[in-house]
């Protein structure tokens, strides 16, 4: 097994151990989703003005995607649909930034907030040590 695969088995078992709920039956997720409140900056991929970033908060985070709540307002200035791609930038609570590359795959809008369920597309700078860093984060 790798080392991603052995870290998130030993993260099942804590899991069960401690009684936490496991996904639904039938859910398509292969990872674990860690649910968080880190802020985040983020900017469409495909820029149009380099002066558009926004900052809103992740809210969970997984091995291979993430949720993103944003403001309605936020998408009149740039659309926020399936398929977009943004850049993200956003510090884990162990003090490795993570910049990378979402592309949305689901939107939920609630009054006036989004949630933009993300996959990522692409790390900036060393993926291995990202991922590991995401890997050790999502753990604890």
């Known amino acids: 097994h790798s080392f991603m695969e052995r870290l998130l088995s030993e993260r099942e078992r804590v899991k069960q151990r401690m009684g ?3 996904e639904p039956r039938g859910s398509k997720r292969r990872f674990y989703r ?3 409140s880190i802020p985040c900056f983020y900017a469409p991929a495909q820029k ?3 002066h558009i970033s926004f900052k809103r908060y992740v ?4 091995m ?3 949720s993103l709540e944003v403001n309605h307002k936020n998408d009149s200035l740039v659309r926020h649909g399936v398929d977009d791609a943004f850049h993200l930038r956003f ?3 162990n003090g490795k930034e993570l910049k990378l590359t979402g592309k949305i795959v689901h939107v939920m809008k609630r009054r006036d907030i989004m949630r933009l369920g993300m996959v990522f597309s692409e790390m ?4 291995a040590e990202s991922r590991k860093a995401l890997g050790f984060f999502l753990l604890r």
């Open 20 to 22: 936490e709920e496991k």
């Open 34 to 36: 860690k649910k968080v």
């Open 48 to 50: 149009r003005d380099p």
């Open 59 to 62: 809210k969970d985070l997984s």
């Open 64 to 66: 291979t995607g993430l």
């Open 91 to 93: 510090g884990l609570l």
């Open 124 to 127: 900036s700078g060393d993926q």
